[in-house]
């Protein structure tokens, strides 16, 4: 593994300077949110992310450098579904680093993380119809296009045109060794 994922409750998480991926224009717009415009913007949203330990650091291992995140968040795409455990799958890296096969690397060794030590029914995973680099990611990693949808990203005071995927426990079963 050429990469690691954290808790941000880590030391890898809170060298601040170590999460540049969040400063960079278009990275975190690219997910609905705003790109960081300083270093207290950053904090801010690190103590979220441990209050709700559901977002972790994906981290170049040998400079214990931060250069993305991925959170397995407490949500549900499908009201249908209520008797069932589910998490959303979300993730954000930095430009610097696309093309590497990083993410895909990482949500596979989520999506594993999820349903053999959490349990979970149901993954759901979605990006923006105008971001095929997380289109590429979520179909290397086995997941199978569930519909469209609309996503208000209230950070950003827009709406984004959403692609809906899924994993279920027997999808994930089924899975080649290749992506496991």
């Given at each position: 593994?050429?990469?690691?994922?954290?808790?941000?409750?880590?030391?890898?998480?809170?060298?601040?300077?170590?999460?540049?991926?969040?400063?960079?224009?278009?990275?975190?717009?690219m997910?609905?949110?705003?790109?960081?415009?300083?270093?207290?913007?950053?904090?801010?949203?690190?103590?979220?992310?441990?209050?709700?330990?559901?977002?972790?650091?994906?981290?170049?291992?040998?400079?214990?450098?931060?250069?993305?995140?991925?959170?397995?968040?407490?949500?549900?795409?499908?009201?249908?579904?209520?008797?069932d455990?589910?998490?959303?799958?979300?993730?954000?890296?930095?430009?610097?680093?696309?093309?590497?096969?990083l993410?895909?690397?990482?949500?596979?060794?989520?999506?594993?993380?999820?349903?053999?030590?959490?349990?979970?029914?149901?993954?759901?995973?979605?990006?923006?119809?105008?971001?095929?680099?997380?289109?590429?990611?979520?179909?290397?990693?086995?997941?199978?296009?569930?519909?469209?949808?609309?996503?208000?990203?209230?950070?950003?005071?827009?709406?984004?045109?959403?692609?809906?995927?899924?994993?279920?426990?027997?999808?994930?079963?089924?899975?080649?060794?290749?992506?496991?």
């Amino acid at each position: 593994m050429k990469s690691h994922i954290c808790n941000p409750n880590a030391v890898c998480f809170f060298g601040f300077s170590n999460v540049e991926y969040a400063r960079v224009e278009g990275v975190g717009e690219m997910a609905g949110w705003p790109h960081h415009a300083n270093i207290e913007t950053s904090k801010e949203i690190l103590k979220g992310f441990i209050a709700n330990d559901d977002v972790y650091a994906l981290v170049i291992k040998e400079q214990n450098k931060a250069i993305g995140s991925l959170g397995i968040h407490n949500k549900s795409r499908d009201s249908s579904y209520k008797a069932d455990l589910q998490r959303e799958i979300g993730y954000v890296l930095n430009k610097a680093y696309w093309g590497r096969g990083l993410m895909p690397e990482a949500v596979r060794g989520v999506i594993k993380y999820a349903f053999e030590e959490l349990n979970v029914d149901i993954l759901w995973c979605a990006h923006f119809s105008t971001n095929p680099q997380s289109k590429r990611v979520i179909e290397k990693s086995g997941f199978r296009f569930y519909g469209d949808g609309i996503y208000k990203a209230k950070a950003l005071n827009k709406s984004f045109e959403d692609k809906i995927y899924i994993m279920t426990k027997e999808d994930y079963d089924c899975l080649p060794l290749h992506l496991l």
